[in-house]
């Protein structure tokens, strides 16, 4: 039980095993062929609108299938959002 919960605490810090520094983990979104990468909501936020289907977490812990919805006057291919994660916006990478 202890190694379970040791194990919980310590996963969303990955060491940098060259500088001996903790780093926060990156979260991703994989949805429709593109990875989007988590980021805190723009001021203004941005209203969330319509579900568009089901994407996976990635990157923190184990992958997660999550709702994916999409966002007022913003292309999904450009940006999306997470049910249940309203302060942050996902942007898709450049390729």
Same mark, same amino acid.
């Given at each position: 039980?202890?190694v379970?919960?040791?194990? =919980?605490?310590v996963?969303?810090v990955?060491?940098? $095993? %060259?500088s001996g520094?903790? #780093?926060? +983990? @990156? #979260?991703?979104?994989?949805?429709?062929?593109? =990875?989007?990468t $988590?980021r /805190?909501? /723009? @001021?203004? /936020?941005? @209203?969330?609108?319509?579900?568009?289907g089901?994407?996976t977490?990635v %990157? +923190?812990?184990?992958?997660t299938n999550?709702?994916?919805r !999409?966002?007022?006057g913003?292309?999904r291919?450009k940006?999306?959002a997470v049910?249940?994660d !309203?302060g942050?916006v996902y =942007?898709? $990478? $450049? !390729?």
């Amino acid at each position: 039980m202890a190694v379970v919960l040791a194990g =919980v605490l310590v996963a969303p810090v990955v060491l940098d $095993r %060259g500088s001996g520094v903790a #780093q926060p +983990c @990156t #979260q991703r979104l994989r949805y429709a062929g593109r =990875v989007y990468t $988590r980021r /805190p909501m /723009p @001021t203004p /936020p941005l @209203t969330e609108r319509l579900a568009i289907g089901v994407g996976t977490l990635v %990157g +923190c812990a184990a992958p997660t299938n999550v709702n994916v919805r !999409s966002l007022a006057g913003v292309a999904r291919e450009k940006e999306i959002a997470v049910d249940g994660d !309203s302060g942050f916006v996902y =942007v898709a $990478r $450049r !390729s």
